[in-house]
């Protein structure tokens, strides 16, 4: 068996509001074996960044882990003190955020920021720590190392910012890296280059990478296997390749419709999927997607499909499953 890096199950996470509680992470297992990439797609607010948060012990209130088990390189994650977290935060695990400006102090220059995040984990001198941190970056391809150790955030391009964080998160040599919509702000070119990086690293070093997005031709390129998530809940898993041939969900091929629309002349664009993503407070009484759905029977109305095998590695939560 592979040796697992990241192992959630049965993860549930949600907010405790003044209207009741919001489920948004339902019932998720996930499993990463080491070196692989894992994908997480889905359309905004279906939980992906909560599962991240939850990973990284980063839920802020009101939100809150409510059930299950996350284990990191074998060891459970669920119930540890903030105190614990902080020293497995960008030590054994470490994430990188859409907008690096917000993670980012703007008055402190770039290298400073990443040696102070090394000596936070390792015991290493100041020079040690310096030299590793222009060696960091020459590995995520920032020319002119010296002279970029000295920048400030805003003096940076976007390209450049991300592969700052990339190179931050990664100075500890982390077990896994969380990557949340790394390139939701680039354009598509820098979007390539970044994410070529990432898979590099992730061959060269052995890391193991969750990667989110709601863009399935991000994911479905860089990933060994992907999980399709709705309204708090997985509603199809497979490796990339199967996702690709013989994806089965309604949902899936609406996502896919839509990445091989933009590349469509307009005219000959698929209808993207209609409506939006229900309320979490108000989850229809059958299938979530079923509102949306143009296959849709009486008994998706009515009852909640679960998540089923169809092939060794292939789940999928819908009824009509097997034959999309
Ligand atoms: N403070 C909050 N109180 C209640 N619900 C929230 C709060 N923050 C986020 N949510 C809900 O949690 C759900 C999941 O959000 P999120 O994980 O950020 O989605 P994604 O990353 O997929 O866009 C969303 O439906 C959102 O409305
Ligand atoms: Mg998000």
Known sequence: MDELTLKIEHLC??????????P????????????????IVGESGCGKSMIARSVMGLLKYPGRITGGSIQLAGKELVGL??????????????????????????????????????LLHKSVDKKAARDEVLRMMEQVGISEPEKRYVSYPHQLSGGLRQR????????????????????TALDVTIEAQILQLIRNLSRQTGMSVLIISHNLGVI???CDSVYVMYA????????????????????????MASVIDLEA?????????????????????GC?????????????????????????????????????
């Open 81 to 118: 003190k903030d105190r614990q977290m902080q020293a497995i935060r960008g030590c054994d695990m470490a994430m990188i955020f859409q907008e690096p400006m917000t993670s980012l102090n703007p008055v402190q220059p770039v290298g400073k920021q990443m040696r102070e995040a090394l």
């Open 24 to 39: 948004a992470v339902d019932d998720v297992s996930l499993e990463i074996p080491k070196g692989k990439i894992v994908g």
């Open 288 to 324: 979530a997607f079923a509102p949306r759905c143009s296959r849709a029977s009486e008994r998706c109305k009515t009852e909640r499909p679960e998540l089923r095998e169809l092939a060794p590695g292939h789940l999928c939560r819908c009824f009509e499953g097997g034959n999309a």
């Open 220 to 222: 479905a390129e860089m």
């Open 13 to 22: 996470s949600g907010f405790f509001t003044e209207r009741g509680y919001v």
């Open 265 to 285: 002349p307009v005219a000959e664009r698929l209808p993207a999927i209609g409506g939006v993503v229900p309320n979490l407070l108000h989850l229809p009484a």
């Open 164 to 183: 700052i964080m990339i190179a931050m998160a990664m100075i500890c040599k982390p077990k896994l890296l969380i990557a949340d919509e790394p390139t």
């Open 232 to 255: 708090g809940k997985i509603v199809e898993q497979a490796d990339a390749l199967t996702l690709f041939d013989q994806r089965s969900h309604p949902y899936t091929s609406g996502l």
